[in-house]
């Protein structure tokens, strides 16, 4: 029988392309379990501060809250909270949802990838500079 040798001995020359690639994917799982984070930070402070909006919750387990604000709860978070923090929650979903999507890091408008800096900076950033700054350009 003839036995496998090993050729891996001259392997050291070969830069691993996939490194990066890991690197993005991990990031993303970072930026997922952040954005859940951040997402039941602003509910919780909601009802820290709402008890109308505390029986809504009630019952719920933490897991589901990271989930609540997308849901029929939605209207009574605008009521409960400002217009600001709704948007901040809208942001978290809608890159959640490009993460579940597998679409995440990608320019909405071209569909070219963000550079990772700009997706650490800004985790929902939906826009590649390019993209964004023409978008403010674009006046009256
Ligand atoms: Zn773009």
Redesign the pocket.
Known sequence: MEKKTAKRASGADHPEKTERKAGWQSFVDETERSLLAQKAEIVANLIAGNNDFKEVIEGMDSKDLADAASDDIDRRMIEAIGAQELKRLKLIDSALARIKQGKYGL??????R?PQERMEAIPYAL??V???SQEERRGP
């Open positions: 320019c909405a408008k071209c569909g070219v963000i826009m590649c390019g993209c964004k």
